[in-house]
C-alpha cells in the first residue's frame, strides 16, 4: 500500500505573518487541554483531550511566515489498539503567498491510511485546519459555497434574506445603509446594517445590536461583519461567506459556524438552485 501522509491546505487573505502567528497560537484553534509554550522553537507543549487523547509536541522548526514543524515525542491513543501510533511522526504547516492570498499547507506525516486512527484523526484535523484555524487567521468563521448560477442570481438570493435565514425578519434587506432585525423564539435576536452593496460582487452586513439566550457574554456578535463575496468560477458562481469576529474563543462558536454552514450550504445553496430555501419559518 502506497504511503501518504495525511494533508489538507487552506487559502486565506490574510498576509503569511498573521497566519504564522495564529499557527503558534494553538490554544484558540485546537480544542483541549494544552500546556507548555506554543510559540517557541526546541521547546515543548501537551495536548489532552479528555480521556481519550494525550500527546506531548516539540517544536524542531520554525522559520517566521514560512514553516512550523512539531515532533511528537510523546501520546496515549484511547480509542485505538497501539495507543502510541502517534510517536515520532511530524507536525507541519507549511506558509507561502499565492498572489494577494496565503497559502497555509498542514501535514501529518506518519498519519497514514493504514494506521488504526487514521480515519478519526484526519476528520479532526481536517476540522481543526478547515474551520479553527482558518478563522483564528481570518479573525472570522467563512465558508464557501460553489453554484450553477449567474453572480447576478447569486447576489440576487443573497439580498433576499428572508428567502434562505428567516421569514421572522423586519425591515429591508437589500440596499446600502438598509437595517433590518431577526429573531429566533426567545434564543436569539440581532439587528443588521448593510454597510457595503456591490451589485453582483459583494454585501456586507455590520450587527449593530445582539443577544443571545445561551451564552454569558449575551452580545458576543456586537461590531461583526458579515461578508457574503461572489465571484465567477467558469460557468459557476463562488460565494465565499465570512463573518469578521466569529473566532474559536466565542462561547456561541460551535453552535454559530454549524448554523451558519447549514444555512449557507443548505438553505442558501438550495434558494440558489432550485428557488426555494429552507429559512426558519415564520412564528405564530
Request: with cysteine; hydrophobic share 30%.
Amino acid at each position: 500500500m502506497e504511503k501518504k501522509d495525511f494533508t489538507t491546505t487552506i487559502l486565506v487573505d490574510q498576509s503569511p505573518r498573521q497566519a504564522y502567528d495564529a499557527i503558534n497560537d494553538v490554544r484558540n484553534w485546537w480544542t483541549g487541554e494544552i500546556e507548555g509554550p506554543t510559540d517557541q522553537l526546541e521547546k515543548e507543549f501537551t495536548f489532552r483531550y479528555k480521556e481519550f487523547h494525550y500527546s506531548k509536541h516539540k517544536l524542531i522548526e520554525m522559520i517566521p511566515d514560512k514553516k512550523v514543524v512539531w515532533l511528537v515525542t510523546d501520546s496515549s491513543l484511547n480509542f485505538v489498539k497501539d495507543k502510541q501510533e502517534w510517536n515520532g511522526t511530524r507536525i507541519s504547516f507549511e506558509i507561502t503567498p499565492k498572489d494577494d492570498k496565503t497559502e497555509v499547507r498542514f501535514t501529518h506525516h506518519g498519519l497514514l491510511p493504514q494506521i488504526e486512527c487514521y480515519d478519526s484523526c484526519s476528520n479532526a484535523w481536517t476540522g481543526y485546519v478547515q474551520s479553527s484555524l482558518r478563522s483564528l487567521i481570518s479573525g472570522g468563521f467563512t465558508t464557501t459555497i460553489l453554484v450553477n448560477a449567474t453572480p447576478r442570481e447569486a447576489f440576487r438570493a443573497v439580498t433576499h434574506v428572508r428567502g434562505w435565514w428567516s421569514e421572522e425578519i423586519e425591515g429591508g434587506t437589500a440596499e446600502l445603509n438598509d437595517e433590518f432585525h431577526y429573531h429566533y423564539k426567545d434564543v436569539h435576536r440581532c439587528t443588521m446594517k448593510l454597510v457595503e452593496v456591490v451589485p453582483n460582487r459583494r454585501v456586507v452586513w455590520l450587527c449593530i445590536d445582539n443577544y443571545f439566550e445561551f451564552t454569558d457574554d449575551k452580545s458576543e456578535w456586537i461590531g461583526n461583519r458579515i461578508s457574503f463575496d461572489i465571484s465567477g468560477r467558469g460557468d459557476q458562481t463562488e460565494i465565499r461567506f465570512t463573518q469578521t469576529g466569529l473566532v474559536p474563543a466565542y462561547e456561541c462558536y460551535d453552535i454559530c459556524q454549524n448554523a451558519w454552514t447549514t444555512y449557507i450550504h443548505h438553505s442558501l445553496r438550495d434558494l440558489i438552485n432550485t428557488g426555494k430555501g429552507n429559512p426558519n419559518p415564520k412564528e405564530s
